[in-house]
């Protein structure tokens, strides 16, 4: 039976054979455009299955790298862990509701090894295309500087004169600055220290004729052994991102990635960098 409310309504007008299979054709592409029922731009929430993807035993733990001061250090008084990374690694346990266990390694290359092996949930990470073999990253928190130091008379005096035959370059083994300059010096010499921190030691004792490494711990060090100098500008832009091991469920990365895109936006970011006095760090874009 036909309700009265409608039976006085014009009926339907068929479209022409041309129209509807236009129509088909664009159905798919609205759907698309539509994107999934949680969109992209949505914030980080911690539900049940994404604790479960992010802290499968119960418990968050994170590798902290010590070996990037821009990032992590410990209090030489009280041995306490601070900076940005575990700011950022605290936060996300008190998010998630579970306990964090912060597990200190002395090089980038270590802690790639431990999120790798499984031996931690999340870490803190230079972007590289060598790590991404094993950790699955979010976009850039922090956006830092790769820079090289020499003696006061050494003849350098700008970064592309470093690449030159005979000439030896200290890096940190593992760093984000090994593995780019692996791929981009042709004519140097680099000589690999066992940790980033070493690295101007290292050139030091040994002689050698370029230190590199993130710019804040050269200028550090460059305080602390006097002599030397920084060349201008950098030879890099590190981004450093947080990582899952690879081979987690797709919500981890997600999540993580939800969870960096909100700390970003919120301004938690730029108040750790200043709460921990980092000069020549900034906050990266959102992606």
């Given at each position: 039976m036909t309700s009265p409310r409608f039976a006085s309504l014009p009926p339907f007008p068929r479209l022409p054979d041309r129209r509807l299979a236009t129509a088909a054709l664009l159905l798919?592409?609205?759907?698309?455009?539509?994107?999934?029922?949680?969109?992209?731009?949505?914030?980080?929430?911690?539900?049940?299955?994404?604790?479960?993807?992010?802290?499968?035993?119960?418990?968050?733990?994170?590798?902290?790298?010590?070996?990037?001061?821009?990032?992590?250090?410990?209090?030489?008084a009280s041995g306490e862990l601070s900076g940005v990374s575990v700011d950022l690694a605290r936060e996300l346990a008190r998010r998630l509701g579970v306990p964090l266990d912060?597990?200190?390694?002395?090089?980038?290359?270590?802690?790639?090894?431990?999120?790798?092996?499984?031996?931690?949930?999340?870490?803190f990470f230079a972007i590289d295309p060598l790590r991404g073999e094993g950790v699955d990253f979010t976009a850039a928190y922090v956006v830092i500087e790769g820079a090289y130091l020499v003696r006061n008379d050494s003849p350098l005096i700008a970064n592309d004169q470093?690449?030159?035959?005979?000439?030896?370059?200290?890096?940190?083994?593992?760093?984000?600055?090994?593995?780019?300059?692996?791929?981009?010096?042709?004519?140097?010499?680099?000589?690999?220290?066992?940790?980033?921190?070493?690295?101007?030691?290292?050139?030091?004792?040994?002689?050698?004729?370029?230190?590199?490494g993130v710019r804040q711990q050269l200028e550090a060090d460059a305080r602390r052994v006097g002599g030397v100098r920084l060349l201008p500008g950098r030879f890099?832009?590190?981004?450093?991102?947080?990582?899952?091991?690879?081979?987690?469920?797709?919500l981890a990365r997600e999540a993580l990635r939800r969870y960096?895109?909100?700390?970003?936006?919120?301004?938690?970011?730029?108040?750790?960098?200043?709460?921990?006095r980092i000069d020549g760090a900034q906050v990266a874009p959102p992606a």
């Open positions: 798919p592409l609205l759907a698309a455009c539509a994107g999934p029922s949680t969109p992209r731009g949505a914030g980080f929430q911690a539900t049940p299955e994404a604790i479960a993807a992010l802290a499968p035993t119960g418990r968050l733990r994170a590798s902290i790298n010590l070996g990037n001061p821009v990032l992590a250090g410990r209090d030489k912060l597990l200190a390694v002395d090089s980038a290359g270590r802690s790639v090894e431990v999120v790798r092996g499984g031996g931690a949930d999340i870490g470093v690449d030159r035959e005979g000439r030896t370059v200290a890096v940190g083994k593992g760093s984000a600055y090994d593995l780019f300059l692996t791929r981009e010096i042709k004519r140097a010499t680099l000589v690999r220290t066992p940790t980033s921190p070493m690295v101007v030691d290292q050139f030091m004792s040994q002689r050698l004729d370029v230190a590199a890099m832009v590190i981004e450093q991102a947080m990582g899952v091991p690879a081979g987690r469920p797709p960096v895109e909100e700390m970003k936006a919120s301004g938690f970011v730029a108040r750790a960098l200043e709460r921990h």
